[in-house]
C-alpha cells in the first residue's frame, strides 16, 4: 500500500517538501 501511494502526486510532493524542509504545495487544494 506504501508503494501505491508513494506513487501519488500528493505523495511526491509530500515527501519533496518535507526533505526540502518547506511547507508543501497541494495542486488540487
Known amino acids: 500500500v506504501m508503494a501505491m ?15 526540502e524542509k518547506r511547507p508543501a504545495r497541494w495542486p488540487q487544494r
Request: charged share 20%; glycine share 6%; aromatic share 6%.
Open 5 to 19: 501511494n508513494a506513487h501519488a502526486d500528493d505523495a511526491q510532493e509530500g515527501m519533496c517538501a518535507f526533505l
